[in-house]
């Protein structure tokens, strides 16, 4: 029974660290083509900018100290940005990458021109990650960012930041 047990536990931790790996080697295929911009901000630098955010607001500003606590939460951003490349055909390439059963998909849009999904993965009632895929004829976004944090948290996300895709996430909750 024993051997049973851990050769599921094996198993669980292969799979989740599998998927990391799929989003690591989309992330590391492109990040050396000169058409995409690329962005990684460690789990040391979002702790530092949080505790920056939480220590320089006076007591009388809640939405920074909010945005102080929700970004000491986060544990790390990877973003991969192409211009003038086959945005569609890579949003695709992005999704077929993914294991679709780790994540919940939270918002997919597509028309014409533009596709784009946010999805998160969850873990005991936290968000773990939020991926988003956004692809157009001659552009690509994937952005993913890890920590451990609540649906209220994406919400003051999606109003306090710029960060790709949170205009769309923002005017789609509204709607």
Known sequence: MKRYIWLMLWAVC???????????????KYMEDD?????????KMMQMAGGFLKSATEDSDQDAQKLGELVSKIRGIRILNGEKVRGNQMFEEAIQTLNKNRYEELMDIKDKSQSLKFMVREENGKIRELLMVSGTENDFTLLSMTGTFTYEDLHLLSEKTNLPGMNEYRSNKTN
Do not use: G, N
């Open 35 to 43: 058409r995409f911009s690329r962005v990684y901000i460690s789990p």
């Open 14 to 28: 292969f799979q989740i660290q599998a998927q990391d790996d799929a989003i690591e080697k989309f992330y590391s």
